[in-house]
């Protein structure tokens, strides 16, 4: 199994927040089952102020790019959620040009 660590900041304005949260607490099942099926076995997102730390979890073969790729592309659903999500949200000062999500580092693990 693999494991990413990620993070984004949403824009600087309460109601984004609000409507964030709010959407990922009845995320859409069209959204669910299409991250399950590109191999994406866990999914955690954490929110403090406006950045966001997302951990996921996937299978051995699973390659970020490519099948993340895939899964914005499996449905008109799935598409009208990532450009819903990407209008709430913006790279951290920390994410490589053309990075969305800024893949983070593991510097630690306990076993």
């Known amino acids: 199994m693999k494991q990413y660590g990620q993070t984004i900041n949403l824009k600087d304005d309460p109601e984004i927040r609000r409507r964030y949260v709010e959407y990922h607490a009845r995320a859409w099942p069209e959204v669910q089952q299409g991250l399950k099926s590109v191999g994406i076995r866990r999914m955690l997102i954490w929110i403090l102020g406006r950045q966001l730390f ?12 490519q099948d993340f790729a895939r899964y914005e592309k499996s449905s008109a659903r799935v598409q009208e ?31």
């Open 81 to 111: 959620w990532q450009q819903l999500m990407a209008s709430f949200q913006e790279p951290t000062a920390h994410a490589k040009p053309g990075e969305w999500w800024a893949q983070m580092e593991l510097v630690f693990r306990l076993e």
């Open 54 to 65: 997302m951990f996921m979890e996937t299978d051995d073969d699973f390659d970020l790019a």
